[in-house]
């Protein structure tokens, strides 16, 4: 079974600062990777993806990550911080299967979410 | 185009009541998910459709809990006998066929007093 872990369930940065949320994985199988973003009473939003090739992702927003197997880590940083970041971000891990038609997605795994605190 | 509904967008119940909560993918879309988030937690997967077949209902915590999609379209998470355990933000997902990102609507707020 496949799970996650996201190491501080609160950051708080300076505008402008870096921001780093951490996300460690546990998985059987080469697991594909997201980061969600979720703003106050609103679902889920994709932020990026990893399922294969480039290890380096970028997402929306000027976010990114970096799939390092060695690691088991997803880590996802921007390089400055806006104060329209502040929400919850959580990270997931889904198992992919091979099917007939293609390679299904699975069922996604998340982490217990970060929230991101983003100050003047 | 529009994105995944659900209704209604909050309901309280009393304990032992029962309880359907639906979901109206994105047209088209295939695969249906439906996950459970406590306050405080990530969300927990509980079901997923593919069509109108569960493909995986591996998540769903005991047999109060049901959920159907007859025509490959809506589906409605049913919930009987209700808990205050039951607390919690039922979210639902779709994605065009399941090989792709899944697209989450906004969810429903469960409270059980």
């Known amino acids: 079974a496949q799970s996650v872990t996201q190491l501080g369930s609160h950051v708080s940065v300076s505008e402008g600062a870096l921001v780093l949320l951490r996300c460690n994985y546990s998985s059987s199988v080469p697991p594909y990777l997201f980061w969600y973003v979720q703003y106050p009473n609103q679902g889920l939003q994709l932020l990026l993806k990893?399922?294969?090739?480039?290890?380096l992702v970028k997402g929306i927003n000027g976010f990114e990550a970096e799939f390092k197997k060695s690691e088991t880590s997803f880590h996802l940083t921007k390089p400055s911080a806006h104060m329209s970041d502040a929400a919850e971000y959580f990270c997931?891990?889904?198992?992919?299967?091979?099917?007939?038609?293609?390679?299904?997605?699975?069922?996604?795994?998340f982490g217990q979410g970060t929230i991101l605190t983003v100050h003047p | 185009g529009a994105g995944v509904s659900q209704t209604p967008s909050n309901k309280v119940t009393e304990k032992g009541k029962y309880v359907e909560l639906r979901c109206d993918p994105i047209?088209?879309?295939?695969?249906l998910y439906w996950y459970r988030q406590s306050l405080g937690q990530g969300p927990e997967f509980l079901i997923y459709f593919q069509g109108t077949g569960a493909a995986d209902d591996s998540g769903l915590p005991n047999d109060r809990f049901f959920a159907v999609r007859p025509e490959g379209s809506v589906s409605t998470l049913k919930i009987q006998r209700t808990e205050r355990g039951d607390s919690a933000v039922y979210l639902c997902?779709?994605?065009?066929?399941?090989?792709?990102?899944?697209?989450f609507g906004p969810g429903t707020r469960l409270l059980v007093l």
């Open positions: 990893y399922t294969t090739g480039a290890t």
């Open positions: 997902a779709s994605s065009p066929t399941g090989r792709e990102t899944q697209y």
């Open positions: 047209s088209g879309h295939t695969a």
């Open positions: 997931a891990v889904s198992v992919p299967r091979a099917n007939a038609g293609g390679t299904s997605y699975g069922k996604l795994t």
